[in-house]
């Protein structure tokens, strides 16, 4: 049996007929780039976010990169986050001219550990972006505290955490900005590259939407130098419909991961995915496991050969990235970042995957580990 890391086929399938019925409707309208289509999905998604406004964008890492552009943030900023998330993060901070600056990750949740920031805090600090990793929010009240008692944005890179909660409170509602991601393969993915912005500041919300059309306050008068990043009606409309169905595939990624714990129980050498005590809903974007013994390598080329999905998710902590080397980054800066990259691998978790796959799975895994 082939078992594929995500299968988006199986998803989209019982959703044809609904979604051809809005792209013909766009198709006949010819009104491609923003519109009711999109305004209509913002309102969805402050709903579902809980966050006061939200701001339909190109993709994750435009989000990230308007945000800090509203923030006025550029040459000689820093911004503080994780070194172990995917590359957007900190490609928006570079983008902008500002200078990353990494504080290292929890073995644990595998996110910013806020015990490591206020030590990377100098006067050229702006912001933090804490990354919810594979759909487990960061620590945020600690983070919070922190960032306000220096005085500091914080940005959430919510992409791999849509619906995700910290105490109660949703991902994206809790910084100053909240950055989601539509690329297909995140839990809300649309059929594309699209994103979105939250924020619950009335005044950040207007810029967000100025900055997203080339800094335009009225037809061709420009306040600012924004760009284009404007998201468009067919990807809003799939989105909404795929939006009502996301509880529904939460649940079944939540009820997945358990049927692994129970699976994995005993088996030596693996590390299940840990919530943390602040975590009050994690979405499961990634379940991602722990191999001990520098087996992770030959384990992932074994299941590849037996025709089970796994990958790595991430090889190279951003701090030991090529094109990062003149920020000075070395070996031994984040350990426990350093540590992961050698031991992580993710494994199936979509909705639509079944028990017999996650049995074949796990068995698989456990005769390798034996
Ligand atoms: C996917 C992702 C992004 C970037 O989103 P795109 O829509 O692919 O541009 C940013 N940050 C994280 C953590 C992501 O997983």
């Known amino acids: 049996m082939a078992i594929p890391l995500l299968n988006l086929r199986e998803q989209y399938l019982p959703m044809e007929a609904e979604i051809l019925a809005e792209v013909k409707e766009i198709f006949r309208n010819q009104a491609f780039i923003l519109g009711e289509k999109v305004e209509k999905l913002e309102h969805e998604l402050e709903a579902y976010c809980n966050a006061g406004f939200a701001c339909g964008v190109t993709s994750g890492s435009d989000a990230l990169i308007i945000a800090l552009m509203v923030e006025g943030i550029g040459p000689?900023?820093?911004?503080?986050?994780?070194?172990?998330?995917?590359?957007?993060?900190?490609?928006?901070?570079?983008?902008?001219?500002?200078?990353?600056?990494?504080?290292?990750?929890?073995?644990?949740?595998?996110?910013?550990?806020?015990?490591?920031?206020?030590?990377?805090?100098?006067?050229?600090?702006?912001?933090?972006?804490?990354?919810?990793?594979?759909?487990?929010?960061?620590d945020m009240d600690p983070i919070m505290e922190i960032a306000r008692k220096h005085g500091l944005t914080v940005i959430e890179d919510s992409a791999q955490a849509i619906g995700a909660e910290c105490r109660g409170r949703r991902s994206g509602s809790m910084g100053d900005y909240g950055c989601f991601s539509f690329f297909p393969s995140k839990n809300l993915g649309c059929f594309g590259d699209g994103g979105a912005v939250t924020t619950s500041d009335p005044e950040r919300a207007k810029k967000l939407k100025i900055f997203r059309n080339h800094g335009q306050c009225e037809t061709y008068i420009h306040r600012y130098v924004g760009g284009n990043f404007r998201l468009d009606a067919l990807q809003?409309?799939?989105?909404?419909?795929?939006?009502?169905?996301?509880?529904?595939?939460?649940?079944?990624?939540?009820?997945?991961?358990?049927?692994?714990?129970?699976?994995?129980?005993?088996?030596?050498?693996?590390?299940?995915?840990?919530?943390g005590e602040s975590c009050t809903r994690h979405v499961y974007n990634q379940y991602t496991i722990r191999v001990a013994d520098g087996r992770r390598d030959a384990l992932k080329q074994f299941l590849n050969d037996r025709g089970i999905g796994c990958s790595i998710y991430y090889p190279v902590p951003l701090h030991l990235q090529e094109c990062f080397a003149e920020l000075g980054g070395k070996r031994g800066d984040c350990p426990v970042a350093e540590q992961l990259a050698q031991e992580v691998l993710s494994i199936p978790i979509y909705a639509e995957s079944t028990s017999e796959m996650r049995q074949e799975v796990a068995g698989t895994i456990a005769g390798f580990m034996k």
């Open 76 to 138: 000689g900023d820093e911004v503080i986050t994780s070194p172990f998330t995917f590359f957007a993060t900190v490609g928006a901070i570079a983008r902008v001219g500002a200078k990353p600056v990494f504080a290292d990750v929890d073995l644990k949740t595998y996110n910013i550990d806020p015990a490591r920031i206020e030590e990377k805090i100098t006067p050229r600090t702006k912001a933090i972006i804490p990354v919810h990793i594979f759909g487990q929010c960061a």
């Open 236 to 275: 809003a409309a799939i989105l909404s419909i795929k939006l009502r169905r996301l509880d529904q595939w939460t649940a079944a990624r939540q009820q997945n991961a358990a049927e692994y714990a129970r699976l994995f129980a005993g088996v030596e050498g693996i590390t299940l995915p840990c919530e």
